[in-house]
């Protein structure tokens, strides 16, 4: 058996048995040099489909094997060009399918699934194409991504947004103390567990305290009468998103105002 032979028959071991053999990731280079080792220097044996088989059930507790989709996915990726496998990956994002986890790979499938078996060419349109008739049969499942109401769409983004830290008070260690003894002096002066509920609860009330006077400071009533609505979302967002919420109101308005001033 010649060296492609060889590369062959791996190859199709790997892909019967859904053992990760994707080219150029990390879990595929350990299972080919594993199955390499083993089949020239450990059992030293030719390497052929019959041996590699009995092999198997030597080497399956330490191989890297595809889940169920994960081998499907690649058994369609086979079939396909490079260009053709990223041309449908793109395409499921742009046209709001989810992209994440496993979902990729039930997505994909699917799509490249219908393309292969009406023998269509893989392009923007034929992919298009397959979206709508695979959405209108049912046949095939399909993820979309959960499209976000406007008030998760806002209470996202002030999420992501960062807000001025409030100082905490930590364990202060003395100038002159020796450094065998910081860690006692560090465990005698850390706060008890409810010592710090209560910082955290007087933080609380800092972020209350703060959004209150930040809508007090509003010199527009219309545009104080709109965020101290959004003072009512502090039992639901709690105080620190609620501050930041009026925050990024205010920051809002303003910019809004200056630009009609120009």
């Given amino acids: ?31 080919a040099n594993l199955v390499w080792k083993y089949m020239t220097e450990t059992w030293p044996v030719e390497f052929n489909r019959e041996n590699l088989d009995l092999a198997l059930s030597q080497l399956r507790p330490y191989l890297k094997f595809y889940s169920e989709k994960e081998a499907a996915y690649q058994s369609y990726a086979e079939k396909l060009t490079p260009e ?9 994002g742009r ?65 992501q947004q ?12 003395p100038d002159r103390l020796r450094p065998e003894l910081h860690a006692h002096y560090r465990m005698m002066h850390t706060p008890k567990p409810e010592e710090t509920n209560k910082t955290l609860k007087s933080l609380d009330a800092e972020y209350q305290q703060r959004a ?29 998103l609620t501050l930041k919420a009026i925050l990024r109101y205010i920051e809002k308005r303003s910019h809004e105002r200056a630009n009609v001033v120009r």
């Fill in 212 to 240: 209150v006077d930040a809508v007090a400071s509003i010199q527009n009533h219309l545009d104080r009468t709109e965020a101290e609505q959004l003072l009512s979302k502090a039992g639901a967002w709690g105080w620190e």
């Fill in 84 to 92: 053709q496998v990223q041309l449908i990956g793109d395409l499921l």
């Fill in 162 to 173: 960062p807000t001025q830290a409030l100082p905490v008070d930590d364990v202060k260690i």
């Fill in 95 to 159: 046209r709001g399918l989810s992209t994440e986890g496993e979902n990729l790979y039930t997505n994909f499938i699917a799509i490249a699934a219908y393309l292969v078996e009406k023998r269509q060419p893989i392009s923007v349109e034929s992919v298009d194409r397959a979206l709508g008739n695979i959405t209108s049969n049912g046949k095939a499942p399909l993820i979309w991504n959960r499209r976000l109401q406007d008030s998760e769409k806002e209470a996202l983004q002030i999420r």
């Fill in 1 to 31: 058996m010649n060296e492609q032979q060889i590369v062959q028959t791996y190859i199709d071991w790997c892909l019967q048995h859904r053992i990760k053999n994707e080219n150029n990731t990390q879990d595929a280079v350990d299972n």
